[in-house]
C-alpha cells in the first residue's frame, strides 16, 4: 500500500483518539511496533510506526510523531483483501527485493563521493540496477500507453456522441444554450453532454501517480548512469596511473638494456666464434662495417711503419734450382697437388668473358679485379680473379717470394703466426696460419697444402710459366681449430714471364721482362658474417694485397741478376 491510497479518515476528527495534555495517546493499546512499509517508487520501503487499537489499524511516519496525528488509518472490520496493487510486490520488483529506492538512488549518496567504492556501490551492482530499472521503465511506459490509448478513445466517444446530439435536433432545433459542459433542452433540466474523465476512470489507472514515478525512474536512471559513469572515469584513472607506471618501468628497462648492449659492443673479450658475428649478431650489419673497417685502418697504419725497416734488415736466403719444382714429387698429396695444378692450368687463365659472370669490381692502371657472387646456405663464398702486369720481374721470382714462408711476415701483414707443420718435398709444405682478428669478426685460422710449380712448356713459343697452389687439407699433427674459425682455400697464383729483346747485342735487363700475373681465389670463412661486409672488405683487401706485394717484389730483386 502507498501513502497516497491505502490509507482512508487520515487525521479525520471522528477517528481522532484521546491524548493526555502531552499529546500521546491514551487508553489500551492493542499492539504497536514498527513496520516496513512500501510508499511509492519515489521512497521505497520506509519504517513506519503501526498502532493496532479497537480494530483499527493506524500508522505514524515515527513514534515520535503520534502527538500529531496519524498518517492514514484503517477498519479492519470493513477491511476487504483484494488483488496486488502492484506496488513493492514481489511479481512487480521481480528482481532486487530490497533493492535501493529511487530516493537513495538519486540523494542517498554522491556520485563523487568516496563511499561510492564501497562495498555495495560496485559498478556491477550499479548495472544490474540499471537493468531493474529498465524492467520498472518498459512497465510504466506501457502502462502509460495504455492511459493515453484509453483518452483518445474517450475524446472519440464523445465527439461521436456529439455529433448524434447536433443531428436529432437538426429539425426541431431546441431553445438552448451552453453552460460549461450541461446542455440546456425544451423544458428546461439539464444534460450533461461530456461525461468527465476522473483521475481513474480510465482502465483504473492513476495518472498523477504514474507521471510521479515515472519521472523518479528516469531520475533514478540517470543517477545511477551518473555514478557508473563517475566509476569508470575512477577506474580508468586507475588504469592511466598504472599503464603510465607500466610506461617508465619499460622506459627504465630499455635504457638498461641499450646501456648494456652498448657495454657489450664496447668490449672485445672472445667468447667463442660466433660471439659478435653470426645470424644473431648484438651490432647491426653498419655497426659491423664500421668496426672492421676501423680495425683494418689500424693494421695499414702499423704495417707502413714497419715496412721499410723489414725491407732493410732482412737478408735473402739461397733460391733452389728451378729444377726442383718441375718433378711432381713422391709425397701422399701428390696426386691432389697434381689435380690442383692441373685444373688452375685449365680454369684460372680462362678469359672472363662468355658465361662466366665474372664482374669487374676494381680496376688501378694494369691491375683489374673481378668477383662471381655465389652463397651457399646464406655464407658468401665469392671467388675472385686479379690480373695484373709487373715490369723487372720474372714469374719464378714472383711464386719464389709468394711461395717461401721465409718471407711470408715480411708482406703479408694479416698474418698473426704460422708454421710449417710438415715438409713434403722441396716444393710442398703443408703450413698452418692464424690471422690477426679484425673485430667483431672472429679470428680465423687455415690449415693448407702449398705447393709451387714450374709449368713446362708445349712449345718454343710459350712464355715461361711458374704456379703456386695453396689448398686446405687435413692432418693430424695440426692444431684443432680451438677458439678461431677454421677458413677453407683454394688459392692459385700462375706468373708468365715476356721477354722484350734489347736492342743489338747488349744483355737482357729488368727493363726487358714483364711479369703477367693471374691469381685465383676461393675462399670459404667458415662462418656467417654479413654479405655486404665480405664483399666490401674483399674488394677494398685483395688490391691492396696484390699492390703490396708486388711492390715488395720489386724492392727484393732491385739490382740482383735475373732468376729465370
Not at 474523465?197 to 523518479?216: L, M, Q, R, W, Y
Not at 668473358?353 to 646464406?378: F, H, I, S
Not at 709449368?455 to 680451438?482: K, R
Request: negative net charge; charged residues 30%; glycine residues 6%.
Amino acid at each position: 500500500m502507498s501513502d497516497n491510497q491505502s490509507w482512508n479518515s487520515s487525521g479525520s476528527e471522528e477517528d481522532a483518539e484521546p491524548r493526555d495534555e502531552s499529546g500521546h495517546l491514551v487508553g489500551c493499546v492493542d499492539l504497536s511496533g514498527v513496520l516496513s512499509k512500501w510508499t511509492n517508487y519515489i521512497h521505497g520501503w520506509q519504517d513506519r510506526w503501526v498502532v493496532l487499537k479497537n480494530n483499527t489499524l493506524s500508522y505514524y511516519k515515527s513514534q515520535n510523531e503520534t502527538e500529531y496525528g496519524c498518517r492514514g488509518s484503517l477498519c479492519l472490520s470493513k477491511a476487504v483483501v483484494t488483488a496486488d496493487s502492484g506496488y513493492g510486490s514481489e511479481s512487480s520488483l521481480r528482481r532486487h527485493g530490497s533493492m535501493l529506492s529511487l530516493t537513495s538512488a538519486t540523494s542517498g549518496f554522491s556520485a563523487t563521493s568516496s563511499s561510492s567504492f564501497k562495498k555495495g556501490h560496485s559498478l556491477r551492482e550499479k548495472l544490474a540496477e540499471m537493468e531493474t530499472f529498465r524492467d520498472i521503465l518498459c512497465r510504466q511506459v506501457d502502462t502509460l500507453q495504455k492511459y493515453f490509448d484509453g483518452c483518445s478513445d474517450a475524446v472519440s466517444k464523445d465527439e461521436l456522441q456529439r455529433d448524434k446530439i447536433v443531428e436529432d435536433d437538426e429539425d426541431d432545433f431546441p431553445n438552448t444554450r451552453t453552460d460549461g459542459e450541461f446542455l440546456h433542452n425544451n423544458h428546461g433540466s439539464k444534460e450533461k453532454l461530456f461525461q468527465a474523465v476522473s483521475p481513474k476512470g480510465i482502465n483504473g489507472i492513476d495518472f498523477k501517480g504514474e507521471a510521479i514515478t515515472f519521472k523518479a525512474t528516469t531520475a533514478g536512471i540517470l543517477a545511477t548512469l551518473s555514478h557508473c559513469i563517475d566509476l569508470m572515469v575512477k577506474r580508468e584513472d586507475s588504469w592511466q596511473k598504472r599503464v603510465d607506471k607500466e610506461m617508465e618501468k619499460r622506459r627504465r628497462i630499455e635504457e638498461g638494456y641499450k646501456s648494456a648492449l652498448n657495454d657489450m659492443k664496447k668490449k672485445s673479450h672472445l667468447r667463442g666464434p660466433d660471439y659478435e658475428e653470426g645470424p644473431n649478431s648484438l651490432i647491426n650489419e653498419d655497426e659491423f662495417f664500421d668496426a672492421v673497417e676501423a680495425a683494418l685502418d689500424r693494421q695499414d697504419k702499423i704495417e707502413e711503419q714497419s715496412h721499410t725497416e723489414k725491407i732493410r734488415l732482412h737478408r735473402s736466403s739461397p733460391v733452389p734450382p728451378g729444377d726442383i719444382y718441375s718433378s711432381i714429387g713422391t709425397h701422399r698429396f701428390s696426386e691432389k697437388v697434381e689435380e690442383m695444378v692441373q685444373n688452375h692450368m685449365t680454369y684460372s687463365l680462362q678469359d672472363v668473358g662468355g658465361d662466366a659472370n665474372w664482374q669487374l669490381v676494381v680496376e688501378e692502371g694494369e691491375m683489374k679485379v673481378y668477383r662471381r657472387e655465389v652463397e651457399e646456405n646464406g655464407i658468401v663464398l665469392d671467388p675472385l680473379k686479379a690480373t695484373h702486369s709487373v715490369k723487372g720481374v720474372t714469374g719464378h721470382e714472383v711464386c719464389h717470394y709468394f711461395w717461401d714462408t721465409a718471407y711470408r711476415n715480411d708482406w703479408e701483414t694479416t698474418i698473426e703466426n704460422f708454421n710449417v707443420v710438415e715438409t713434403l718435398s722441396e716444393n710442398a709444405t703443408v703450413v698452418y696460419q692464424t690471422h690477426k682478428r679484425v673485430w667483431p669478426a672472429s679470428q680465423r685460422d687455415v690449415l693448407y697444402l702449398s705447393a709451387m710449380r714450374k709449368i713446362l712448356a708445349n712449345n718454343e713459343n710459350d712464355p715461361d710459366t711458374w704456379l703456386v697452389c695453396n689448398f686446405s687439407v687435413d692432418h693430424d699433427d695440426a692444431q684443432p681449430p680451438g677458439r678461431c674459425v677454421r677458413a677453407k682455400i683454394n688459392i692459385g697464383m700462375i706468373c708468365q714471364t715476356l721477354v722484350s729483346p734489347p736492342e743489338g747485342d747488349k744483355e737482357i735487363s729488368r727493363d726487358n721482362i714483364l711479369c703477367k700475373i693471374t691469381y685465383v681465389a676461393n675462399v670459404n670463412p667458415g662462418g656467417w658474417a654479413p654479405a655486404s661486409v665480405l664483399r666490401a672488405v674483399a674488394k677494398r683487401e685483395y688490391p691492396k694485397f696484390l699492390k703490396r706485394f708486388t711492390s715488395y717484389v720489386q724492392e727484393k730483386t732491385a739490382g740482383k741478376p735475373i732468376l729465370f
